[in-house]
């Protein structure tokens, strides 16, 4: 077995050998980089730097220094010190508001103070081939960018300030169709973990390069980490908006700023926190987390666009928030330290919080604002603390709205040093030797970074583990010296914070999970403070069904356990988080009584899945029957809430079938004479018999304020019906992120012109695959795809955007205008045998050897989610609707181009088409599956739809494979060459 140590430095070693190659390159000439260019009004100009500068109020006794300025430094998204006290600075000129400017380039610089006055005095561009360049930090012998959707890593190992190598891909698959709100922040934990942010736009699946989507993470709003020796990625917690601010305290414990709904977030290991809009990635959340701080810094009674232009001044300055430092150095006066900075965009200011303990977390109170700045230029959007002990701040220096609605000031930027008098340069080679001596806060935090480079393998100082500090458990994760018998030890210190730290090494991965379980539900079983609850609540997410069951069970089997989860809203949200999976599963609903709301999400969550275990739905409605019947009218009050939950949970149904008790539950219910329990049990009966009335259906629907669960289906049971009333209100929700997918798919029941209409105007806006689910609803009916064919042809909408699926449903309206416009637009459509013959004797002519061997994996993997992987399996991922070609003959090229180019050549007969047609005017391609007396069931490419034979018009079976025509016809060579290379080449 090789034991952590071979395989920390074995991982380290591929990482050195992906950063070193034999030629290096250089950054390109001055005259080669593009000219940076404004779109402001041209009469719009900042103050001179040196203006700036004097425009800034700062404490008594502090100094500000202006340590670089256009033309030194322009655009700086992101700074970061790299070891020898060198601050390197991200410059982003292709950042616009909206679309990215593909004229335009970022780049790297290095700035530095060699005399330590607080103003740099050398300056090098150390690489400027970026696009997208939001983050860098400094490490492992090179610089850290999150580039062009891509994690990537440019080494210096000689430290000559020039590139080894082209960036090595780390992680692939940010989105890059987020004008703002993208992935950024990196910063090194203090556990050896890199830790991101990303923002709310849009949806990434990051993945190390050639990871199949199905075993990728997923995010947008929220933080990420990945492990640098060990490549892998994880997601920490979800929502807010735009996370644009991340450091740690003291404990190890994290913290993030934010912009638009609150500004501070402790980063809780699981959570899921409120979001600007949309819905949380689990419908059955059911409540979202709140913020940290005890306060806004906008009036919170008006609309958080109404605090800007001074309008919260008095409060803070406004909603948006940008940088986050937690001070950690020596130059500040003490009262500062452990204090949070963030920057105010409208307040031009920095807002400081300290950070409280309070229950299992913490409090952030509000501090006097620490910086003002005269003047509507000043954008701050980072902070950074200097080796010195001074706090740098980057100005973005723009007179815009946070989103620059009046064009982009490209030509300025400013980053100012912050310093309490005049701190001394230190002495770096001094303080990098190994020393018992406390070291600075700069310091010492990088130190735990130089040793994990190092491997260091030097014995801890304490290994039983029960006296072992957080920081001392960080540093020895961070250099993989960590063992399950010091975790072990550790879940027995005296110290709380150790505790819980250690509770989070334990189910960090499934060999610690495996050696650790028995400790974690010993530990469990007894009463513990707020904090080891929250993190023992935190890591139930990252346990499987059985054991995340047991340790709950025994968590949950401790009354003072679950009185203090019941005493507060975290707590209780995070463990709801923790057992919802599970609560289908195993017996927990009884060990809730102590906390209400668990039990209420409890009930909810069995009655949404009714359809599918009618007999938990059962059981728990003779539950509450039962709690019903008690002559203590607390536990009579308990029983009418949990009916009322029962209720939402069936929210949105329009008819259910009774479950097997529900007359016995009802009797029993009833007799209790009480008039809220007796409402319930009317709605339910109603429900149970003749259904929802639609006029409650569209109040749920339209509630923008309601469990997304219950309002999707909602949707589907209007659209269901038909109903002609609802569909105002169904326009109106293609603008709602929380419900569009659903109204999207829902307005293909609704034979109206102006639906078209809505659709493509809103199609470019529509996110997270939603604009697909457009193209579907627009190529059900011919007047529609009418419209849609126009708007291709017009060049609105790219034709490339359609499927060969989509394709196929547009050709069956067997309309000469359709095919016309396809053909031009999006590719021949290959439909006669010796068309067919053609192209495959073409691309065997293309596809050769030696091209193949030329293809690119990567695009080729991205390319096959694209077309592929809606219908079949490889690797893993996509879907089984068609046959799983991992164990195809793929490394046949003739058999894969017979297949893709001729897929009706030969047609297994359960994977032949049919078109069919409604009398409601749609038409549907899909393969029958199942066919009754009364109901048709077809499996389109993307899921199954149950049609009553009374709807059919007509059926047509074509004879043909699900798989469409032309699947190819709109790839270039290129494409075509990665696409087979993946398919056929990688294992």
């Not at 919260?312 to 909603?319: C, Q, R, S």
């Not at 150095?329 to 009262?335: T, V, Y």
């Not at 130089?450 to 006296?467: I, M, S, Y």
């Not at 109204?743 to 996110?767: Q, W, Y």
């Amino acid at each position: 077995m090789i034991s952590l140590t071979t395989r920390f430095c074995l991982a380290l070693c591929v990482l050195c050998q992906l950063c070193t190659t034999p030629s290096a390159l250089k950054p390109l000439q001055a005259d080669e980089f593009p000219e940076a260019f404004n779109t402001d009004p041209p009469d719009s100009h900042p103050p001179t730097p040196d203006e700036m500068a004097s425009l800034i109020q700062v404490p008594e006794g502090f100094t500000v220094s202006l340590f670089a300025a256009e033309p030194d430094v322009r655009q700086p998204i992101s700074m970061e010190f790299d070891d020898r006290g060198r601050l390197w600075v991200a410059e982003n000129y292709s950042y616009s508001g909206g679309p990215y400017e593909t004229k335009l380039r970022d780049r790297i610089v290095i700035l530095e103070d060699t005399d330590g006055d607080g103003r740099h005095d050398s300056r090098k561009v150390f690489w400027d081939r970026g696009f997208m360049l939001t983050s860098l930090t400094w490490g492992f012998g090179g610089i850290w960018i999150l580039n062009d959707g891509t994690l990537s890593f440019i080494p210096d190992r000689n430290g000559d300030d020039v590139p080894d190598s082209e960036p090595v891909a780390l992680l692939d698959g940010w989105s890059k169709d987020c004008g703002h709100n993208f992935v950024s922040g990196l910063m090194w934990g203090p556990d050896g973990w890199l830790y991101g942010r990303h923002g709310i736009v849009d949806t990434s699946y990051p993945g190390v390069p050639g990871t199949p989507r199905e075993d990728r993470v997923f995010m947008n709003c929220g933080i990420w980490r990945f492990h640098p020796t060990r490549h892998v990625v994880e997601v920490v917690c979800n929502g807010t908006t735009n996370p644009w601010g991340l450091d740690y305290n003291s404990d190890n414990q994290f913290f993030m700023t934010n912009n638009v709904q609150g500004h501070l977030w402790h980063v809780i290991p699981g959570a899921h926190y409120q979001r600007m809009y949309g819905r949380d990635f689990n419908p059955h959340s059911y409540e979202l987390m709140e913020m940290t701080a005890d306060h806004y810094h906008w009036d919170t009674t008006l609309k958080w666009t109404d605090s800007r232009d001074g309008k919260a001044n008095d409060l803070g300055g406004g909603h948006s928030h940008v940088g986050g430092l937690i001070y950690h150095g020596e130059n500040f006066p003490e009262s500062y330290r452990g204090k949070i900075f963030m920057c105010n965009t409208h307040g031009r200011r920095i807002n400081v919080n300290r950070l409280e303990p309070q229950g299992s977390g913490y409090s952030g109170r509000r501090e006097p604002d620490f910086m003002l700045v005269k003047s509507p230029w000043f954008r701050g959007v980072d902070l950074k603390m200097g080796p010195e002990g001074a706090v740098y701040v980057a100005d973005w220096s723009d007179n815009g709205e946070c989103h620059d609605h009046d064009g982009i000031h490209r030509t300025s930027g400013r980053i100012y040093r912050i310093a309490w008098g005049s701190p001394a340069k230190p002495d770096f080679a001094a303080l990098r030797k190994p020393s018992n001596s406390p070291k600075p806060g700069w310091f010492a935090r990088r130190e735990i970074r130089w040793a994990q480079e190092q491997a260091n393998q030097a014995a801890p100082v304490r290994l039983d583990g029960t006296q072992l500090t957080v920081r001392d458990l960080g540093r020895l994760e961070a250099t993989n010296q960590l063992t399950p018998v010091l975790v072990q030890n550790a879940l027995g210190n005296s110290h709380p914070v150790t505790v819980a730290a250690a509770v989070q090494l334990a189910a960090a991965t499934p060999e610690y999970q495996a050696a650790l379980k028995p400790a974690l539900i010993q530990l469990a079983a007894k009463p513990q403070p707020a904090n080891v609850l929250l993190s023992l609540v935190s890591v139930l997410q990252k346990f499987n069904t059985q054991d995340r069951t047991q340790l709950a069970l025994s968590l949950l089997s401790c009354p003072q356990n679950v009185a203090t989860i019941a005493a507060e809203n975290q707590l209780t949200l995070m463990t709801w988080y923790g057992i919802e999976p599970i609560i289908l599963q195993s017996n927990l609903l009884p060990l809730l009584h102590s906390c209400p709301k668990l039990q209420q999400f409890a009930v909810r969550r069995i009655a949404h899945a009714i359809t599918q275990q009618p007999e938990q739905a059962s059981s728990t409605l003779l539950f509450i029957a039962e709690k019903s019947r008690s002559e203590d009218a607390a536990e009579r009050r308990a029983a009418s809430a949990l009916l009322t939950a029962f209720r939402t949970g069936l929210a949105g149904m329009a008819k259910v079938t009774a479950p097997q008790d529900w007359q016995t539950a009802e009797r029993t219910l009833r007799a209790t004479m009480d008039p809220e329990i007796t409402l319930s049990v009317d709605a339910l009966a109603v429900l149970f018999g003749d259904g929802t009335a639609l006029s409650e259906l569209r109040r749920l629907a339209g509630d923008g304020s309601a469990d997304p669960s219950a309002r999707q289906q909602a949707i589907r049971a209007l659209a269901q019906a038909r109903d002609a009333e609802s569909l105002p209100m169904l326009i109106n929700l293609l603008g709602d992120k929380a419900a569009y997918d659903a109204a999207i798919v829902a307005l293909a029941a609704f034979d109206k012109p102006e639906i078209a209409r809505e659709l493509l105007n809103r199609l470019p806006g529509f996110r997270d695959g939603n604009q697909g689910l457009a193209i579907d609803t627009l190529a059900s009916r011919k007047p529609w795809a009418e419209e849609l064919i126009k708007a291709i042809d017009a060049g609105r909408i790219r034709a490339r955007d359609l499927t060969a699926s989509q394709v196929r449903q547009l050709l069956a309206f067997d309309d000469p205008e359709i095919r016309r416009v396809l053909e031009q637009r999006w590719g021949v459509i290959q439909e006669t045998p010796e068309a067919r013959l053609a192209t495959i004797h073409r691309l065997q002519q293309l596809l050769t050897p030696t091209t193949l061997a030329e293809g690119n994996l990567e695009k080729g993997a991205e390319l096959f989610r694209q077309s592929c992987a809606s219908c079949h399996k490889l690797y893993g991922e996509g879907k089984s609707i068609g046959p799983d070609l991992t164990g195809a003959n793929r490394s046949n090229l003739e058999y894969l181009l017979i297949n893709i180019v001729d897929p009706g050549a030969v047609v297994p007969r359960q994977f032949t088409t049919s078109v069919v047609a409604l009398k409601d005017g749609r038409v549907i391609n899909g393969v029958v599956i199942v066919a009754t007396e009364q109901t048709l069931t077809l499996q389109t490419d993307k899921d199954q739809i149950t049609l009553n034979r009374d709807e059919i018009e007509e059926q047509r079976d074509t004879g043909k494979s699900l798989m469409p025509d032309g699947m190819l016809d709109k790839l270039s060579d290129q494409e075509i060459r990665d696409l087979f290379a993946f398919m056929m080449f990688r294992r």
